[in-house]
């Protein structure tokens, strides 16, 4: 099965940040999804017209991104030829090409959706002179998005995509157990002071991260290990220990790596004594595991 696949069209001098941003997050925020954009997708020496029907082809849908500079305004002559402007070939494809897909890979779409989506301009398509060939995009409900908006407006957006095509969304936030009271209560510790402490030897590997978000702190370290053996070993040790002090750490496990992210999320994701516990037992936990 394949993922549900997205097409990007848009102009280069017009748009070419907001399409690299749209992916990323179309494909941060809704499950099992691709999405093309030209040039992440494209290498070098390909052939390009060949690639784009290829990526169309196998594209489930297709945004249509508009900005200023998406088309010559409508009350100018057009000195653009349009038969070989990429842009109006892509929507024009976009239209025409059937879903190459097997039943199993169509999501139940018996042909594409395309959703013209304008970016930082009057979502209208009169201000354009628009080339017949894709006139009907005038005639598709659109939406819009605001750069300067972006933040609060990109997740209502997505939502409402994932609504329309029955897309699922991931959670937004993961789910934490009831607060702990005693936790709630516990001090944390300050920069300067956590700084300090992580020089220690016993805090070996620990650093400090936010993962892009100012208000929180997590203690982070990568653990390797000889084999995925060792690394399944030292999990099950230290949740074994989790258990008994009620706190639990984020972690990862790829192969003989564990990357693990302390916090409490009881005093605001901020890292307190009871994380630093937990990272003294995650170093013991770890020579335990590789010396046996």
Sequence with gaps: MQPFTFFISYRRRDTAPIALLLKNEIERRLRFVRVYVDVESIRPGEDFPRRIREMIDHSHATIALIGEQWMPLGNTDSSEDHENDWVVRELEYSRSAPLRLNAEDSYGR?????????????????????????????????????????????????????VTLNLKARPDQDEYPPSDPAKARTQPLDDRELATILKFDDYDGWYVDNFGNS??????????????NQAADFMALVAGHCRIISHHPEWRNVFNHVTVALTTWDAHRRVTIYDLNLALFMNMAARTVVQQ
Aim: aromatic share 16%.
């Design 110 to 162: 018996a042909e594409r959706f395309i959703l013209p989506l304008f970016a930082n301009c009057e979502r209208t398509f009169a201000r354009f002179s628009l080339p017949e060939k894709i006139r009907y995009l005038a005639s598709l409900n659109a939406e819009s998005i605001d750069y300067a908006n972006w933040p609060g407006s990109i997740g209502p957006l997505l939502d409402r995509i994932a």
């Design 215 to 228: 208000d929180v702190r997590y203690l982070t370290k990568i653990f390797e290990f000889p084999h995925f």
